[in-house]
């Protein structure tokens, strides 16, 4: 028993250890934007300069808002797109249903390097081009998955009986999709629209290959100044960007378990 | 009407496919005709554009297979993502392990969050974070010289291990999520049964445990060799001069070089070796679900 009690401290010890792997670099990150050296040189002095020179970066401000608005974009299309496939697919069956259900995971298994560059070509070639357009199309093709696969999840605990319960008391399928159906699987589309918003917002391979100057999105413009050479100021936008969307998933856990439990 | 009203799904794909047409067709125009373009495209000799002269060939394709430079490439980028999973299933499945069985109720389910929610943040954001870390005068190694009495200097920007950091960082929590899945999935019955039939602990891992969180493992082993396969983002910031990688030549074929046709080819080989990999995989993913 001694052994058993032993080893689960360590256990415990591992993934404090863990932890610290994963957090250390992102809170060093952040503190760098409340140093006053632009050199990030120590010791620590506390400013909030680097914030206030953001406010001034026009350029920044606008990529942040067209993040903004394609994320709010994509989550709205994917999720009543997404939600209304989910329900197709849970209520019919018929021929082909399995491969349309296998035809999903391209999106989300195929590297963004190959999607975007795909998307660039095909885009091109079609007289889309590039731009705010263009980012909007790939990023609801990459959330649909999600959203579909969410919605989907929550409908399997949803009970056929209450539907056919709706209709044998004369309700017809609008009513029943409406007042039945939709109030159930409401967290799932919930969730499945806050993981298209954090998809769309986080995503930066396939808006690279699709933005041009002007038009891009927030990660696309902090890729272009990290390699211009590190500055506080993207310390500063980075930990903004951080904050929103380890928050948006925060908020998806009280939707959706991604454990599997109950 | 009658067969309508039946418990269960009803048939046809007639109903069902004003619901499904809309977001299939968005698949269709943003995800599968590009990739169906791509092909096209990398058989090609020049972009079809401003009436450039065009016509068809494999010449793309014969500069893969006649450059050594890009199959060693592919092949660095091949060895990247295995060690890369390697490193992820070290450093993953104990912390899985210790998830699903040593903790339990409120302080897993924080835990659990904790450790799956850097993944969902900006993957860009998060290696721009180790380059803080790792860059000479950066904070490892000015926290290692305050600690050792002798001068070192710890520079590991701009270098392999730098990328491999970087990247297990970023992936490592996928692996924790699936072997995490399977692992809770096992019954403790099971463990119970091999330690008092007389099996010692490293038997009932060896034998019980691992084998039955094989699905868990190879998913996650695929979940994070394809995207790292294909990774380009990492090895620029992290890796430097260092860090030319297949994914990065394929980058610098369509935003600094412009050779589309050769960038689609490059990127189409990568996709055959990817639906390989997963390809491999499917059976003992299929057999676990």
Known sequence: ?262 | MADQLAIGSRRGLKPALPLLLPAYLWLTVAIFLPLSAMVFFSLMTDLPVAGKEWSFTLGNYAAFFSQSLYSTLLLSSLRLGLEVTLWCVVIGYPAAYVLAKVLKGRSREAIFLLVILPFWSNGLVRIFSWAMVLREGGILDTALNAVLPFKINIDLMYSYPAVIIGLVHSYVPYMVLTCYLTLQAIDDSLIEAGRSLGASRRQVLWRVIIPLSMPGLIAGAALIFVPVVGSFMEPRILGGRTGTFYGTVIEDQFVSVFNWPLGAALSFILLAVVLIILALAAPVLRRAA
Do not use: C
């Open chain 1, 1 to 262: 028993m001694a052994t058993t009690r032993i080893l689960e401290w360590l256990g415990r010890f591992y993934i404090v250890l863990l932890l610290g792997f994963l957090y250390l670099p992102i809170i060093i990150m952040a503190a760098m934007s409340f140093n006053a050296s632009p050199f990030y040189q120590l010791p620590f002095e506390w400013t909030t300069d680097w914030y206030a020179s953001l406010s001034q970066n026009d350029q920044l401000i606008a990529a942040t808002w067209n993040s903004i608005e394609i994320a709010i974009i994509t989550t709205l299309i994917s999720t009543v797109l997404g939600s209304m496939a989910s329900l197709a697919l849970y209520r019919y069956d018929f021929r082909g249903k399995k491969v349309l259900q296998a035809l999903l995971f391209p999106p989300i298994a195929i590297p963004w390097l190959i999607t975007g560059t795909a998307m660039l070509i095909f885009f091109f070639g079609v007289g889309i081009g590039r731009g705010l357009i263009a980012i909007l199309l790939g990023h609801v093709a990459l959330a649909l998955p999600y959203v579909i696969v969410v919605v989907s999840a929550r409908l399997q605990t949803f009970a056929p009986e209450l539907e056919e319960a709706a209709r044998s008391l004369g309700a017809n399928q609008w009513q029943v999709t409406m007042r039945v159906t939709l109030p159930w699987i409401t967290p799932g589309v919930i969730a499945g629209g806050l993981f298209a918003f954090a998809v769309s917002f986080d995503q930066f391979v396939v808006s690279y290959f699709l933005s041009t100057p002007g038009q891009t999105t927030l990660p696309v413009e902090i890729y272009a100044a990290i390699r211009k050479g590190f500055t506080p100021e993207i310390n500063a936008v980075s930990t903004i960007i951080i904050v929103v969307s380890m928050a948006l998933m925060l908020l998806t856990a009280r939707f959706f378990k991604f454990g599997g439990e109950k």
